[in-house]
């Protein structure tokens, strides 16, 4: 589509312009998304182009600018919230949990909550603490609330236009280690927000990944390939709603499968994965889902994260195990 | 400390614009013009309130509700901050707002829903501008606050058109004052110069805990901390309750920002139709503010200042069995949801997998009734 | 130990006053837990005994209870902060999970955090919306958390004593369905507080639950023994840390294992049994974990929980299908 | 709105008493009653904290450091009310206060773990009665109220005992004064009469938000809202940061309950060494609070009127030099942490399950890099 290629942060950053084109109703508002244009700049140069009504710096407090967006909806407002690092979050849980998830099943489905909320996501930059979490495990769990991931800058450009067009509350997962990894062209036409896609194809172990570890992913491929190992690799794009068909369908290949995130193993993604998976392909499993994810630990300081994130090494032992199970 | 302690809230300079004997009485700065039609008016909306207030209490005993949080004793502060919204105006209210529910034209069934657990509110705030009862304490007010910024942006504060300047009306309890969401609310409030009005029924009591355990001073200073006007009136006079509502709405559509009002009042049921006060509260206290009860005022003064006779009270009481019956019968004809409408209204778009769950559930529940 | 048998809320209480009576640092803290003793009465009486000092009536904020609560640990105090019911539990949710969760790591292991927060949970009450949550998985995969579960007296007593007794900060999950159920005598000892418990043993189906399902669950066991089927119920007790062990131990014997909670399934706690039993029991299972669970909307109203809650028909449903499978 | 507008902040009744050329003045409100040899010693602090940070911004830039929080500017605020803290006060910081720290007899190599990723803190707050730093905006505030409320329950406020009377001190920014978390703490304080003093040090900027983005009036107002003392103080000024701050924690010592200080000051230097206040922030405010610095002034005082000469300022200097050795030769030898250890401290009683995941981990590792 774009003659030029670009990053991901670029990516967003045009996406996010052509909802506020399309759209008068589309507000973007957080904290320094104005002048500043986000302390990783998604948001640079909409303020003075959409003027302040429409890109809003907010005050200080993350509950503030979820529960003035839920306002904002139920006046006819799509808002788009820019929370400014993973950790920062959690003062606004409770507005996301118990008001804009579940607003339009309290409403009767007679009030939509078009809202998107932007979270710079995940580690690997080498930040200080609260700036490295993984926090979508949280908002999978909780009905009402949809959760994608980009890993590209194709995918993020559309996917935050589909995530801000769409009617219901979308939590948008932008791994920050990838916001200026390399270039990409944009696609000419978006994928659907909620389908996985197989951005390599294997016959002998399916990968499955979403957001940040898509990279760590696709190079495991490559060095597995190395020994003849063929890696199927899936982008599941969006961890809720779960396009678990598609992974089954690659499992009922393979018969091996891995899942790899960020956030902490115990009660995260992987989990809900494997549960479905070997629920609805129990006989096509050779080995039971592995999992390479985050341990049961705080996010570590950032001179372990290397040794602590999913990375290549650790995703190719479990493809072994995997075969050799 | 021990017990509620008077001393430290005294009742200070509020505004009153009828006394509990039922005299009228002047504050230059809320001055109101007022027929005696319109206070006869006042008086019937009053009485159905609570007259809405005790058939839904009967009924919970009943059994036909769950649980009913009763607004017995601030029925004036209701109805004079309801009353003073226009039509077009946005009110945010707790799950204690009946009295405004009622000024919003909002059929006292459609909010039986949540109570019987037929529904979880279900009603479209646009179509009365009244929203859905908020339960989490102090959330509301940030959507108040949110609904305020899109009336700025839509051009609607301080045109001077009257059928299009708008005003929001958030209301909240004195406990409510402590949480976080209240205060950013105020932050936002201030900051943004918003078009909202702050209403805080100051009932004396967040359950068990007096409103000495919130805060040690007045609740309507908390406003100049944030730089824009509080005010405190007489929550059981339905006149100062509509002067000064009106007045701050006014300013809010006018462009001037934000007013804080606490309605000092008090609630003279339990919390709700499960809470116990007597482990907690005097009975004198009930006592004494019996003697402030925000219909007997109006009563006296229709009967002695506006001489209205006794058909003018037994029509309201009339209406008043009326809407008793309206209530009554229909709270049982609630119709019940369907199971699977559980499914419903998740999502704008349901995913796949909730399909899945609802067909299985479906099936499952048509299995088992079988 | 008891002589007449009570119910879980006076064990609660008995608990709760037996730890103050033995460490003069604890404190307990929350919105009407003084002269009301609670909305469900589990402080009773204990203001009055220990003094409003020890038994705190906080202002109405869930972020200053939980936050004022860290102050006071770190001040040397054992706090026990009573949610008043799990659906407020979120305005604490970011001191929680960035504080509570975190504090002793960040202090190198320098700082305890000996903080319980007791949470009322789960539905089958007939309570309007946001009474009714099931709020524990958020909690179970947060590091730096203990989560646990009551469902009887007898627990009830031990756990809350074990909990306020242990250095790490726990989130305690109390069934409120149960609160005044059956009274039940109180063991001499307590079971340990981070291990599961083979409640009923059987050799056809393993079905695992804990808190407010396990009634349902040793009622589905006896409706199956009518029927020949013999269920092992296993009471999880603790959520996180999960004593898996015990859980495999027995589905190594069945081969079969239905998992059932309350909670939404999407991402539950049964997703993380599942993907663990079947990692490292794989050839034991004759079958994939079922799961049993609340679905993955909202709470109902009210009229609709029975149904929607994992109840008698639907666990029994479950287990003919791992039967059958 | 488009610039940051300083009408609406002009400079009001705050508290100096060390003008900008160095003058002395008088406020009757805060006697200072102190030599030319402490004077002396709060220059000494303010170019060692001045050092500290000059230092950590280098060994960023040099990678040593993945970021830095600077308090270029601030120095004086903080020096002011970190002398004013007895040994068992306990002070909150949030993760700028390196001149309280430095007060607190806190090993500047301490603070540098965190931002070196060497650990998370990892300190005992109780050590030198200095909290861990805290990122997550204002949450500190709730625990220095926390803590208050166990000061309280210690018996160790409004005994006249100094050795055993104890104030806590809550530092925050203007940017905080938004959070739910620092309005619920004035809340607790009010109620409870904590002994607990906030210092807001109002630098001005949140990252790029002018502070009239969160408020329209000057933050020390806030406090009257919820019923305690606010005052202003020129937070470039440390005598007057010291008398205020030492007149409050006085207060709350004697159980006269919290005060809410706001230092009125600027930040110097971009929000830490990833920011670019170029895109938000007029060079010439800059300029103008160049004059106002908070050394320079101590300094012409000490010149002037206590006839310092240059040996006291080379000894200084020549201190400063030592330190900033120090702080670089120590930074690169900070331990780095062994990769088992991010297990160790995640709880007190290690779960079986992480201590199976710690033995993978530490298995793979070794295989790894073997
Ligand atoms: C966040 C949250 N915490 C706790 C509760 C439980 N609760 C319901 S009403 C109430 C007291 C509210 O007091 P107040 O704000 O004075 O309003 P009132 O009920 O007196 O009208 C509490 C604690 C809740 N609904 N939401
Ligand atoms: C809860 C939370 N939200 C957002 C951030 C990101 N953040 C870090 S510093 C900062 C601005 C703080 O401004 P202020 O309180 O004035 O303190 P200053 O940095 O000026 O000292 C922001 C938004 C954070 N650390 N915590
Ligand atoms: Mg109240
Ligand atoms: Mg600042």
Redesign the pocket.
Known sequence: MSDTPMTMAKALNEGLRKAMERDPKVVIMG??VGKLGG?FRITDGLQKDFGEDRVIDTP???SGIIGTAVGLAIRGYRPVCE???D??V??GFDQIVNQVAKFHNRSAGLVKMPITIRIPSGGGIGAVE?HSESVETYFAHTAGLKVVACSNPSDAYWMIQDAVADDDPVIFIEPKRLYHAAKADIADAPTALYQARVVRPGQHVTVVGYGGTMSTLLESAKVAAEDGIELEVIDLRSVSPLDIATVIESVQRTGRLVVVHEAPQSFGIGAEIAARVTEQAFYSLEAPVLRVTGYDTPYPPSRLEHEWLPNLDRVLDAVDKALEF | MSEHVHAVHPEPDMVQLLTPEGQRVDNPDYPLDISDDEIAGFYRDLVLVRRIDTEAIALQRQGELGLWASLLGQEAAQIGAGRALRQHDMAFPTYREHGVAWCRNVDPLTLLGLFRGTNLGGFDPREHNFNLYTIVIGAQTLHAAGYAMGVIRDGAVGTGDPTRDTAVLAFFGDGASSQGDVNESFVWAAAGNLPVVFFCQNNQWAISEPVERQSRVPLYRRASGFGFPGVRVDGNDVLASYAVTRRALDDARNAQGPTLIEAYTYRMNPHTTNDDPRRYQLGSERETWKLKDPIERVRAYLTREAKLGPDFFDDVEQEARKLAEHIRSGCRELPDPTPESVFDDVYVTMPDELREQRTDFTEFVAEVSA
Chains 1, 3 share one sequence.
């Open positions: 904290e320094d302390v200080l407090a993350e929370i400014q690092f950790g920062f959690f003062p609260h």
